[in-house]
């Protein structure tokens, strides 16, 4: 059976014990732009949040795309989220490889070159991406000053976190 057939059967019993006040409108408190990878995914537990009050925005990395900067305006505009979290994390499966490498490797081991190149966001530092990511976020008008951004790099060893500040240097607005 496959993993999605299983989980099908799964969501039957699910949705019997499944409570109907859960279909209300979220009201999170925070957004958290965390990676796809599955050491992650206990967000709850690793930050000590309900699941209610947190909205998961999750890309390979994370990367900070146009996309996810569109989530967060909406999280944090529309749907009331009060703070941004940048969660990256050590030992990320998208610091293994570079765009460069991995879309030759995928030419060669498929025999097929003619998509465009992808863009996967691979970094080589999760530090130094969390700083990219923290400028990128603050620099952007839609998202409101008094909204703070702070980012972070998860131990995937300890499960500790460690704040990474953006670089001191500041231009003045
Ligand atoms: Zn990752």
Request: glycine share 8%.
């Amino acid at each position: 059976m496959s993993i999605i057939d299983k989980a099908l059967e799964a969501n039957r019993s699910y949705a019997k014990k499944y409570d109907p006040g859960l279909g209300k409108p979220p009201a999170p408190k925070i957004a958290v732009v965390t990676c796809m990878d599955p050491r992650l995914s206990d967000l709850s537990g690793i930050l000590g949040l309900p699941q209610a009050d947190i909205d998961v925005i999750r890309t390979g990395g994370p990367a900070v795309t146009e996309d996810v900067l569109g989530e967060l305006v909406v999280s944090t505009r529309v749907l009331g989220s009060r703070e941004i979290m940048l969660l990256n994390h050590t030992g990320c499966g998208f610091t293994t490889f570079t765009d460069d490498e991995l879309n030759a490797r995928l030419a060669a081991s498929t025999g097929d070159s003619s998509p465009a190149p992808m863009r996967f966001f691979s970094y080589k530092d999760p530090e130094q991406n969390t700083r990219e990511q923290l400028k990128k976020v603050r620099a952007h008008p839609w998202i409101a000053k008094d909204v703070p951004v702070r980012g972070f790099v998860f131990d995937v060893e300890t499960g500790l976190l460690k704040e990474i500040h953006a670089a001191a240097k500041h231009t003045a607005a």
